[in-house]
């Protein structure tokens, strides 16, 4: 088992960004180089984790209640799946983490930063992804991939007035963050974005092993 530490990366971006669709396409160009990688998504990736995805796009609940949710299936994922995968050498591939808190409840919800800021402080002080790929394109096109016939959870049916304050509050988080964060223009096709995506990776590859 290698001693060097994985790369921890994860993908943002408002519903309907395209996101979630690239990642077996980035997982296997991973893999194809020798790195395991573990999949995984937030809300979510453990047991326990998957109960409370259900809760919170399912079930009405105060905003507080709904951040802690949050920040609990985060620790539990954290502890369980992610911190040991990287310990051991892995790459994890997540589809959501923290930036997504501060976009939803923090813009979204309005909430403020301040209580995300705390709450990530106090679960997870020393970890944030190595690089965070943001799917970014405009809300009206955004929204027309959402009526494709599908249930929608209730952060997907809101209106348009809460996705402009969360992708306004992820491009905050982007701009403060330059060095972690890469804008993809996800309104192009997936031929495109993911060309894109494969030189970020080699170079991201290359660049790890040759530490």
């Not at 194809?32 to 984790?49: F, H, S």
Request: one cysteine or more; glycine letters at 8%; proline letters at 4%.
């Amino acid at each position: 088992m290698t001693e060097k530490k994985g790369l921890f990366l994860s993908l943002e971006g408002v519903d309907g960004a395209g996101k979630s669709t690239h990642i077996p396409f980035m997982a296997d160009y991973i893999q194809q180089a020798g790195i395991p990688v573990v999949i995984t998504r937030e809300p979510g990736g453990t047991e326990l984790g998957e109960g409370l995805r259900e809760l919170l796009l399912h079930q009405p609940m105060h905003l507080k209640t709904e951040t802690l949710l949050m920040f609990a299936a985060r620790n539990e994922h954290i502890e369980t799946v992610i911190q040991p995968a990287l310990n051991a050498g892995k790459w994890v591939l997540c589809d959501r983490f923290s930036d997504a808190s501060y976009a939803y409840q923090g813009g979204g919800r309005q909430l403020g930063a301040t209580a995300i800021e705390i709450l990530e402080h106090w679960v997870h002080p020393d970890l944030q992804p190595d690089r965070t790929w943001l799917f970014d394109l405009p809300l009206a096109v955004a929204a027309q991939r959402l009526q494709s016939g599908r249930v929608l959870d209730r952060f997907e049916k809101e209106q348009e007035a809460f996705f402009y304050r969360t992708q306004r509050f992820y491009h905050q988080r982007a701009q403060a963050q330059p060095e972690r964060f890469i804008c993809i223009d996800s309104s192009q096709s997936v031929q495109q974005i993911q060309t894109q995506l494969q030189h970020q990776l080699e170079a991201l590859i290359l660049s790890w092993k040759n530490v």
